[in-house]
Structures are given as structure tokens and as C-alpha cells.
């Protein structure tokens, strides 16, 4: 039998595909509690549970490992292609999710939802201190514009919004496919009413926004975040946040997760949510039968389609 370890929580109908075979047994146990991890042929997780090298020390037999998402920031992947597993991922499963939180994040900071919500539950009605901003006619600027953040430029479009998209291999015309403008990060920065982040995490991309390129944003910038918490250098937003150069932000990503300290998502200018942009039931359920199909191809001596180490 190949003996497959899920260590975090999936639905069943995402294992389906491993669940109806013969040849393969499924164990849902976290990798921290198993005692015979030697015994396992493969690996499933999502964000919670972390693949280190010495995690991968004790399962000689591992040579593949699923990420039910895009993200593979929990898996020692050197320690991985040294190893010689296999490390599969789902880079299209939550693209819809979070180009729809993103949109969600942007609507609520720009007509102060959240804070209107808040005040009415004490009993207060105070109109005036909730006026907002329309988003049509808006300049959004789109910071990776791979699948999430080409779908996020369709959606700008529908809301009347101009949009600029910034990626360092941005062609004009994949760029004008969404009803995007490729541009320079120079240019975004200086001209985008909102920003809105969607690279991957990387040392290029460490502190994307910091001291100096946040001092050359439009003031009055309000800043999305649901890619990776490591693009924004934390201090620098709180301080122009508290300067009022940038007049809000929404983040559902942090450098530390949970966070450190809440400082950033206390300040009233702040949306703050805790890591949801593939939390639907329809992006939960894609990634993982994504990954569990690979895993069986895998099995079955088929190639896989998603390798970030092939």
C-alpha cells in the first residue's frame, strides 16, 4: 500500500480521489503526533503544519509532499529537491477567493464598513463620520499581476477604476488581456490611489514596501495586502499610517503568523484580517483535489502537473 499522511485539516471530499483507491491508505493524524512516520510514502498539508528538513529526516520513505494552496513557505524545499521528494501545490485552486477578498478589503477600508458596523452595534448613529470614497475613477495599482492579480484588474474594470499593473515580466499586451496598463513600479507607486500587493514571497520582494518606497507613493494611498506578509516592511507603514501619507490599509497577511504584536491592525486606519483569502468552502475543496490528484497520479507511476522543484 502507499501510505499517504494528511497532517492538517481537509475536507473529505478533497481526499476523495485517494479515499476511493485500493492501492493507497490515508492516515489524518498531525505529523507532530505520528510515531511511525517512517512508514509514509506521502505528505499532505496546508499552512499549519511546518516541513523541515528533520520532519523529512524521519520519513525515508517520503518522496512526495502536497500543498493544499499556492503558498510553500512551510516546506524546507532545498532540504526537499536534496532529498529528492517531490513537492507538488495548487497555484490555481484559491486564485478566484482571494481576488475576491482583495475586492471585499477594498470596498470595506474605502467606505469604513467595518468602523460603521462597529459604532452602530454601541447604539450610536453618526452618519458624518463615516463618509467614504467611490472606487470608480479610482487609479488601482496591481503589484504582481500573475493569475490573482489579473483577475483582481477584471474586476477593478467593472467598477469603473483605472487600472496599472506592475510584474518584472509584464508584457503590454498580457497586461491589456485583464484591461490592465503595464507599467514600472516607479510609476504605481506614484500615481495608484490604491495598492494592492500580489507577489510571492521572495528576497527580491522582502520589504517591497519600506521607508523609501512608501515615501514615493500618492498621499492619501490606501494599501491591500493579502499575498504575503514579508512585502511590507511593518514600521514603515505604521509610520506613515500615523503621518497620514497613507490613509488606510487592509492586511490579512503578516511577516510572523499569528503576529507578534496587533499594533498595526489596533490603528483605526486599519482592516486587519487573520490569513482568510482561500478560506471558502469552494477554494478549500479545489486545492485539495488538486493536490490529492497528483498524489495519485503520483502513485500510480503517472507524471505530475504542479511541481515547484521538478
Same mark, same amino acid.
Given at each position: 500500500?502507499?501510505?499517504? =499522511? ?10 476523495? +480521489? =485517494? ?15 505520528? %510515531? ?6 506521502? =505528505? ?12 523529512? *529526516? ?17 516546506? %524546507? ?63 488601482? *495599482? ?29 508584457? +503590454? ?5 485583464? *484591461? ?38 500618492? +498621499? ?8 504575503? *506578509? ?21 492586511? %490579512? ?5 499569528? +503576529?507578534?504584536?496587533? %499594533? =498595526? ?46
Amino acid at each position: 500500500m502507499f501510505r499517504v =499522511l494528511v497532517s492538517d485539516k481537509i475536507a473529505k471530499e478533497g481526499l476523495s +480521489p =485517494l479515499l476511493s483507491s485500493d492501492t493507497i491508505a490515508v492516515v489524518e493524524k498531525n505529523v507532530s503526533d505520528v %510515531d511511525d512516520l517512517h512508514t509514509y510514502d506521502a =505528505l499532505l498539508v496546508r499552512s499549519a503544519s511546518k516541513v523541515s528538513d528533520e520532519v523529512m *529526516g524521519k520519513m525515508p520513505k517520503l518522496r512526495i509532499i502536497g500543498r493544499a494552496g499556492v503558498g510553500v513557505d512551510n516546506i %524546507d524545499i532545498p532540504a526537499a529537491t536534496k532529498r529528492g521528494i517531490t513537492v507538488v501545490n495548487a497555484p490555481a485552486g484559491n486564485t478566484i477567493a482571494t481576488a475576491e477578498l482583495t475586492f471585499a478589503l477594498m470596498l470595506a477600508l474605502s467606505r469604513k464598513v467595518c468602523r460603521a458596523n462597529e459604532s452602530i452595534r454601541k447604539g450610536e448613529w453618526n452618519r458624518a463620520a463615516f463618509q467614504g470614497t467611490e472606487l470608480s475613477g479610482k487609479t488601482l *495599482g496591481i503589484i504582481g499581476f500573475g493569475r490573482i492579480g489579473s483577475e483582481v484588474a477584471k474586476r477593478a474594470k467593472v467598477f469603473e477604476m483605472n487600472v496599472l499593473g506592475y510584474s518584472p515580466s509584464l508584457t +503590454p499586451e498580457r497586461a491589456a488581456k485583464s *484591461g490592465a496598463t503595464a507599467c514600472t513600479l516607479e510609476e504605481i507607486l506614484r500615481t495608484a490611489d490604491i495598492l494592492t500587493l500580489h507577489s510571492p514571497a521572495t528576497e527580491k520582494t522582502k520589504g517591497l514596501l519600506n521607508e523609501d518606497t512608501l515615501k514615493k507613493t500618492k +498621499p492619501g494611498v490606501m494599501i491591500i495586502n493579502t499575498a504575503r *506578509g514579508t512585502l511590507i516592511d511593518e514600521g514603515a507603514l505604521k509610520h506613515y499610517l500615523e503621518i497620514g501619507h497613507v490613509a488606510g490599509a487592509a492586511v %490579512d497577511v503578516y511577516p510572523q503568523e499569528p +503576529p507578534e504584536d496587533y %499594533d =498595526l491592525v489596533r490603528m483605526e486606519q486599519v482592516l486587519g484580517t487573520p490569513h482568510i483569502a482561500a478560506s471558502t468552502k469552494e477554494a478549500q475543496l479545489k486545492v485539495a483535489l488538486v493536490v490529492a490528484e497528483e498524489v495519485l497520479n503520483f502513485a500510480n507511476g503517472k507524471p505530475v502537473q504542479n511541481s515547484v522543484n521538478l
